[in-house]
Structure formats: C-alpha cells, structure tokens
C-alpha cells in the first residue's frame, strides 16, 4: 500500500513546482495506488524524478505500508526501486555493450538472484514480450518496439509492485505504440503501471483512472481513491553488485573499445616495461655474480684465528665520515690552541679465541654432508733432511714451500675433489707427500734445488724422477742436543741423524694440479702433507728433552736469550710441545652449505661469555655483501628512475577513467535506476580499471620478457655472458598487482565521481 500525505492539500505538491511545460496525463489500471506525486520541472520528468528519490519532497511525507519514506537514506531508496518499482522509459535506456539477456538480468543482479535463476527468468519475460528468437543481439540490432520490449522485460524480470512508464511509445510509430500498450495493458491485469503520456487518446483508451496535473496541482481525478489506508509488514531487500558482476559489465564495455584499450594498456605498462628489463638484468647479473662467487669462492673457507679483531662497525662508519669531512673543501677546520687525543684502539679490540680440547671435538663432531674437509694450521717445525748424491742435508721447509692440506671428514679426498692427478697416487697415509704444480705444470726453481736438482741450465723435469723422492722427519731427541751451558744446540751429524731409528720416512706419491674450475687453490705450488702427520710429530716432541727444558726456562733453550711468556708460547709450539694450530680452516661442500656451517659455529657460542666465544672470518661472504650491495644500489637508483614514468601513468589512467566516466553518464543513469547504490556506480568502474591494470601489467610483462630475448644477444656478443636478463615468475607477478593498484588508485577518484552523479541528470544526457 502507497499513500501520500501532504500538509498543504491531498495530491497537491505546488509549493516545490516550477513552470510545468504541459499538462500530463498519469494513467494506471489499478485504484491502489492512493495518491501520485508530481514533480518539479516539464510533465515528462514527473516519474524520472521519482528515480532521483522521494525524500526530497519535503511538503509531502510518501508512507509505503505505514513506513515514513521521510528519513530514508540512499540505499534505502536504492532498494526501493529495485524491489518496488520497474522503470519504461521513452528512449528505452538500455545498455547498448550488452546484450539484451544480460540487459533484463541487470535488475536481478542486483537483487542479488542467483545466475541461474536470474538467467531462467530472463528468458521467461523475454519469451512472454516475444522476444525468444533475438535472445542473443545486442540493443543496436533491434527495432525501436523491440528495444521497448526489452524495456518491458527489464521492468518485469524483478517483479516489482508498480511500472512507471515515461511516454512508453513517444519514439515510436503508430503501429508499434498499439502492439506496446497492448503488452503493458496485458501487464497491468497483475501489476500497478503508472503511465506518464501526453496523449490523452492513449489514456483514455487504456486508463482505469486519469489524473491530471497543471503547473504542479491536481485539476481532475476520475477516480479518486476513498478507501481506508491499509497498513502491513513493508521489508525492503538491500540491492548489491558484486564485484565479479562489475567486472563482467566492464568487460563488456571495454570489448566496444579494444583499440583505444590496448593503447591505453600499452603506454600504461611502459613503466612495467623499464621496471621489469631493470629486474631482469639485475637479477640474471646477480645470478652470474653469485654462480661465479659459488664456483670461485667454494674454496674459500671459513677462517678462524688464535686472535680476530673484533671491529665496531658504526665506530668505522663514523671514521668515513670524519675522513669524507676533512676531504670536504668547505668543512670548517676547528679553532683551537690544543691538540686533541684520541685512542684508536677504544673500539677496535683483539679479540683471543681459545681452541679448547672440547671445541676441536665439536668441530671434528660436524656433519659431514655439509662440511667436506677441516684444515689445521700449526706452527709446529718439522725436522727434515734429504739424501742426495751420497750427501745428507738438511731441508729448508720454507724454500720447500712446505703446507699441510685439510683432514677430509667426508666421500672423496679433499685432493681428490680439487686437484687433478698427474702422476703417481694419491697418499694413504701421512707418510705420503705431494708435488703441487700450477695449471701449466711450472714450479720454483728452488723447490727443484731444495729436492737436489741442478738447475743451472734445467727447463724440467719428468714427472717418474720426482715420484719416489725421500725425505726424513727426524725427531727432536735427535735433532738437539743440549750444550754445557744448560741449552740445546742442533745436531750436525747428518749422516748419523739420517740413520736415527725414530726418523719418519715420506716420500713424494703423486704430482697434483688444479682442477680447472678451482679458481683459487688453497695449497699452491709447492710439497704438501697431511696435517695427521703434523699430529704425529706434536705428540712425539711433547715428550722430548728440549720441550721440556723451555717449559721450565724463563729464556730461549736455543739462543739463551730472555724471553717473555708470549715469544715463550711461539717457542714451544714451533718445538712440537704445543699442539693448539694457530688456524682452523673449515672448507664447505659447496656455496650453498656454508650458511649451514656458520649455524653450526654460532650454535657453539650461545649462551657463552664474550671472552669464551670463537669469532670467525668469512671471506666470502664479504665480498658477497659488497658485490650485493653494489647491485642494490644500482637497481634501486634505475627503479626510482622508472617509477616516474608509473606515477604518469596512474595520471593518464584517471583521464581515461573519467572519459569513460562522461561516456557511460546515461548507463549510470540506467543502473541507479534500477536500483544501484552509489557503491555499486564506483565498483563498475574500479572494476574497468582493474581490468585496465591486470592487462597492461600482463602486456608489460609480455613485452618485457620478449625484450629479454634481443637484449641477451647482445650481451652475449659483448660479454660472453648466457642468458643474463632473466625475468623471475616472482617479479612478474608483484609487478602486475602494482600496475593493478596504480591503476585502481588513479581512476578511483573519477570512480567516485560517477557515483555521485544525479540520475535524473544522468539519464538526460546523450
């Protein structure tokens, strides 16, 4: 039930008329419709100003079921001529893009009908307004009656309670005006149909009641309504677009303008473009800097010292700037007559690590899938002498180049896997040495010497008469003997010594080189041993005479000379009395697993005193962190450069946006009409500049990823480098949701503007 109250006279609203342009017929075919509402401006606009909403109209309060329409809010009206009411227009007001099905299930989708229901019914109404075989044409493939069939259906599809109809056949022929109001009489035998016509032929002719209206005021009635007003339950179905059904509608409209999208697309994803060739080439120059890092620096392995410097990082990044300041031409000096200390050393401190019995065992304890070999550094003195030509002499370990190699913990030897075997075998125990060549199979010629060769006019040598070369270990009972003066003086009897029955015999077994792929070897040109055998002699010399005897001297049991307990320390350990090394080397299987290592070394020093942590050097990882770094920044300044052309972009795409905006002014119209709420109006077009983001970011990205292609040839030509631009799926992606938020951020303020448009004006517009 609809009644009109009005404080001034029942049906009269003049106080909010202007100058009406005519006198206007409202016809409907049922009495009960209690009074009609006129409007302000030309008669023609009485019902359209009924879309607009009713709570304007403040002289008259509207009761729909004993409900005041007088504090309605929008979307109260918006629900109200969605469920309530069904609009016929003079022009039809259909929505061109689409085609006439989805046109008559506008209305439902906002009701929120199912798609199957909504479907179904649509293509009940058509079929009812005898349209069933132009189910599938778009509104421009039509006749004007039939528009107005679809028109009809449209209004039908949702069941409402009252059709008004604005000059239902003003734009049609006299033919099909006869045929349309024969379909909206028939529509009227269960529906209330408003009618809005300057035709009073028309009226007469099909109209249970005529009322007619001059200058706003109610002059005749021919059947006035003296009923008692009835009252009920009035409920009112909020309407609602979701998001999927905006983004059909839109997709539909921009399908009319592929041209002008995929140009709008193309300069939007230029920004895309610079971003994504800029990630590319940084990523695959990364990727070849951390595949050479990985290949080069597998040989690098983490270092720990007896001594580390524990260096303050914000302390030197302080110093820089002290030094960038003095550089600084304008940096006033300071003005003073006193000369300023300062200690360089308050923040930079040596930090001792103390190789324990218990920490060794930890690292020995390490899994051997991650760490491949462990190296000890000792500072133990070997006793070495070498018979040749009939001559025994002793052996100079430094021009020998003499170096321990890492104890292996897991699959093949350290030797095995870094260096190539030239000759002979590799060792099987510690007694067995190795002959290291570079990758030209050169060596100093003083190792040559130091082994007994002449090499005054030697250019080389063949591999069998270096393999079987001897040398002795001898120990230090031997090696000593202690002087009248409470010391110890070396053993010149060379020959005798040679002969000592506790001397350990080893022997060259195998001539190495580099692998080719080892870009830095740990142990150069030169002879190498196993540390076990450094182990051996420490074990062996802990208990000789000259070990113990500096033990308890205060002075060197070798010069007689005073000593302090740190040069005492050096003393002993180069006697063999100290095994501690100075050095541990962890070498990791590969790149990969060295951060697992460094877990491993820092699990150690939880919980730990600072004086009882073991700090560690990682080379590698230092370079990394530069070479990392450099990269960053260049991306980062490259992006920033290329993000600008983004930010116009998202200007251009607000244009755009509110183009479409003014060319989609009467489809707005259309759908506030039907009952969409200002919400709905701004989702249909944020629901155009997603698509507008998702697919200019895709083209970017497309385009990006083909220019990778050329852009690697060249690279290839220039550097050698394969493969260099690589575009991750990763960045791909992010880079396509921000073109779509761009996007989305630049045309929403037009988006919100269309929301706000009236609908009465909307409607008006061509």
Known sequence: MLELKNIK??????????????????????????????????????CLNMIGGLDRYDSGDLIINSKSTKKFKDSDWDAYRNNTIGFIFQSYNLINHLSIVANVEMGMTLSGVSRSEKHKKALEVLERVGLKDHLHKKPTQLSGGQMQRVAIARALANDPDILLCDEPTGALDTSTSVQIMELIKEVASDKLVIMVTHNPELAQ??????????????????????????????????TSMSFLAALSLSFNNIKTKLGRTFLTAFASSIGIIGIALILSLSVGFQLQIDDFQAEAMTEFPIMITQQTAEIDLEQMQERQQELKEQLNSEAEPIDADQVFLYDRNERNALHTNVFTEEYIDYLEAIDPSIC???????????????????KISAVNTNELKFASYPTTLAGSSYLENTYDLLAGEYPQDETGLVLVVDSKNRMDKTIASTLGFDTTDLESIDFDKLIGIELKAVMNNDYYIPTEYGGYTLNMDYDSLYKAEDSIVLKIVAILRPKQNVKFPVISEGIAYNDSLAKRIID???????????????????????????????????????????????????????????????????????????????????????????????????????????????????IITYTSVLERTKEIGILKALGARKKDISRVFDAETFILGVFSGSLGIIIAWLLTLPINKVILNLTGLENVATLKISHAVILIVISTILTMLGGHIPAKMAARKDAVEALRSE
């Not at 190296?375 to 070997?382: E, P």
């Not at 062996?540 to 205060?554: G, H, L």
């Not at 700090?615 to 990269?631: N, Q």
């Open 9 to 46: 006279k029942t049906y009269t609203v003049g106080e909010y008329t202007t100058t009406a342009l005519d006198d206007v017929s409202l016809s409907f075919r049922k009495n009960e419709f209690v009074a009609i509402l006129g409007a302000s401006g030309s008669g023609k606009t009485t």
């Open 205 to 238: 002719k099909y109209a249970d009641r005529i009322v007619e209206f001059s200058d706003g005021k109610v002059i005749s009635d021919t059947n006035p309504y003296s009923g008692d007003t009835k009252t009920g339950q009035f409920q009112l179905n909020k």
């Open 372 to 390: 491949k070999s462990i190296g000890y550094t000792r500072t133990v003195g070997i006793n070495l002498l070498i018979e040749n030509k009939d």
């Open 540 to 654: 062996i010399s802990k208990d000789s005479d000259i070990v113990k005897s500096q033990i308890e001297a205060d002075y060197n049991v070798l010069t007689m000379e005073k000593i302090d307990e740190a040069k005492r320390e050096q003393i002993m350990s180069y006697l063999g009395g100290n095994g501690t090394p100075y050095m541990i080397t962890i070498y990791p299987v590969n790149f990969e697993t060295k951060d697992e290592i460094l877990d491993y070394l820092d699990q150690y020093n939880q919980d730990k005193e600072n004086e009882d942590k073991i700090i560690y050097m990682d080379l590698a990882d230092t370079i990394t962190s530069m070479t990392s770094g450099i990269m960053d920044g260049i991306t980062i300044v490259l992006i920033a450069f290329s993000a600008t052309s983004l930010i116009v972009s998202m200007i251009m795409i607000s």
